[in-house]
């Protein structure tokens, strides 16, 4: 079991930058794959990026590419997402989430995270 909890949500002006961080519980957590999505209102939850368990390889969606970047600190028990060049079109409700390594799934996938934190709310004010 992995329990998640999110924090560095807020409320940003457009162009600005927020960097959220997720914490998670346990002692395996190097051997989970990491991701974060997003769930504007009204919208379905978007998966925007992951990263492997040591960190060596990521993924973005095009809506983040080049603009957000995901790590890791396995010492620390934390995933962030670093967000840059904020855009209204950005604001959600954005939550962390695991999926084990050696379940089978590649990063660009969505699938099988099956552990989730509460969610940290951004707004992007224009």
């Known amino acids: 079991q992995v329990q998640l909890v999110e924090s560095g949500g807020g409320l940003v002006q457009a162009g600005g930058s927020l960097r959220l961080s997720c914490v998670a519980s346990?002692?395996?957590?190097?051997?989970?794959?990491m991701g974060w999505f997003r769930q504007a209102p009204g919208k379905e939850r978007e998966f925007i990026t992951a990263i492997n368990s040591n960190g060596g390889t990521t993924y973005q969606a095009d809506s983040v590419q080049g603009r957000f970047t995901i790590s890791r600190d396995n010492d620390k028990n934390t995933v962030y997402l670093q967000m840059n060049s904020l855009k209204p079109e950005d604001t959600a409700v954005y939550y962390c989430?695991?999926?084990?390594?050696?379940?089978?799934?590649?990063?660009?996938?969505?699938?099988?995270?099956?552990?989730w934190g509460q969610g940290t709310q951004v707004t992007v004010s224009s």
């Open positions: 989430a695991a999926r084990a390594s050696n379940a089978g799934y590649g990063l660009g996938t969505g699938k099988g995270f099956n552990f």
């Open positions: 346990g002692r395996t957590f190097s051997s989970y794959q």
